[in-house]
């Protein structure tokens, strides 16, 4: 069993800068690949970026150029630096990890808010 611990979310003006975390514990099993998707009151979840086992990313449209992620092995932890926010970018933010033995997990959230 996998336990994912988001962080880093919060309150930040349009234009500002945030890093969110996602801690991995509770398991000898390694992260393979990871991804962080996020969930806009009234909207559908949806994926922001993703990272694979080789560090090879993808970002959804909306994050390209601006939010950045990344992964410490080391520390089983994968980040999403998130520059130039908007208020469109409030939501809650989801950390999901595939590991070595493809089992997925996914983390509770952290709530990004962008003000205006």
């Known amino acids: 069993q996998v336990q994912l611990v988001e962080s880093g979310g919060g309150l930040v003006q349009a234009g500002g800068s945030l890093r969110l975390s996602c801690a991995a514990s509770?398991?000898?099993?390694?992260?393979?690949?990871a991804a962080w998707y996020r969930r806009a009151p009234g909207k559908q979840r949806e994926l922001v970026a993703g990272?694979?086992?080789?560090?090879?990313?993808n970002y959804a449209d909306f994050a390209k150029g601006r939010f950045t992620i990344s992964r410490d092995n080391a520390k089983n932890t994968v980040y999403l630096q998130m520059n130039s926010l908007k208020p469109e970018d409030t939501a809650s933010y989801y950390c999901t990890v595939r590991t070595n033995v493809g089992l997925n997990y996914w983390g509770r959230g952290t709530q990004v808010t962008v003000s205006s």
């Open positions: 990272i694979r086992s080789d560090g090879s990313t």
């Open positions: 509770g398991s000898s099993s390694s992260i393979n690949a």
